[in-house]
Nanobody, 118 residues
Framework: QVQLEEYGGGLVQPGGSLELSCAAS????????MGWYRQAPGKERELVAS???????TYGEPVKGRFTISRDNAMTTVTLQMNSLKPEDTAVYYC????????????WGQGTQVTVSS
């Protein structure tokens, strides 16, 4: 089992920056990818950014060029730097970890609220 704890989030003005971090604990061997998803009210959960153990990154179209994802060497912590935030970035952000031991399992954090508003 993998437990994910998220840090960061909060209220920020449009154009501002915010950093989210996610720390994995428990049985962390075999984590092949970590990332962030978000869900706004009335919308489906969408990919924000992900990074693999081979440092392949993927970004959702709405955040390309504004957000940057990074990880630690142990693949137990992932950080999302969010710049030039817009009101439409307002959502609950969820950390995800994909662990592959014989089969793949996805784990999720509890979510952290990000609100972009003046």
């Amino acid at each position: 089992q993998v437990q994910l704890e998220e840090y960061g989030g909060g209220l920020v003005q449009p154009g501002g920056s915010l950093e989210l971090s996610c720390a994995a604990s428990g049985i962390t061997v075999g984590i092949k990818a970590m990332g962030w998803y978000r869900q706004a009210p009335g919308k489906e959960r969408e990919l924000v950014a992900s990074i693999t153990s081979g440092d392949i990154t993927t970004y959702g179209e709405p955040v390309k060029g504004r957000f940057t994802i990074s990880r630690d060497n142990a693949m137990t912590t992932v950080t999302l730097q969010m710049n030039s935030l817009k009101p439409e970035d307002t959502a609950v952000y969820y950390c995800n970890a994909r662990q592959v031991i014989i089969r793949a399992n996805d784990y999720w954090g509890q979510g952290t609220q990000v609100t972009v508003s003046s």
